[in-house]
């Protein structure tokens, strides 16, 4: 029997965003790759860089609508993957799955807060 490919659509070409999005959505990532690379390493340098940029605008004198909307532009981004977090470890179950999903929420707080 042969194991669906993570990312391949239905076609057998790569899911490109969608394929990403989905493939967390739906809990075929290893939870610790979702935890640690995806949300921890790759969402806090969105945010860093997010937060700079807004940093950058509001020295440059620019609205403060657009320095916020430039800060809280990844918080969506951030949603989905403290809920992928979240589904994911519903199916793992234990207790590393219940410490990362305490992790997944005290990170989306930090984030928004900061």
């Known amino acids: 029997m042969n194991a669906p490919k993570l990312l391949e659509g239905?076609?057998?070409?790569?899911?490109?965003?969608?394929?990403?999005?989905?493939?967390?959505w739906q809990g075929m990532v290893p939870l610790d790759r979702l935890?640690?690379?995806?949300?921890?390493?790759?969402?806090?340098a969105i945010n860093l860089a997010s937060s700079v940029a807004a940093l950058i605008l509001l020295g440059l004198k620019l609205s403060l609508a657009l320095v916020l909307a430039v800060h809280f532009a990844p918080v969506p981004y951030n949603?989905?993957?403290?809920?992928?977090?979240?589904?994911?470890t519903e199916k793992t179950g234990g207790a590393k799955a219940w410490m990362m999903t305490l992790g997944a929420t005290l990170w989306l707080i930090l984030v928004v807060v900061v």
């Open 79 to 88: 949603i989905f993957l403290t809920f992928a977090v979240w589904r994911t």
């Open 35 to 44: 935890f640690w690379r995806d949300l921890v390493v790759v969402g806090s």
């Open 10 to 24: 239905e076609d057998g070409k790569a899911g490109g965003a969608a394929g990403f999005f989905r493939s967390r």
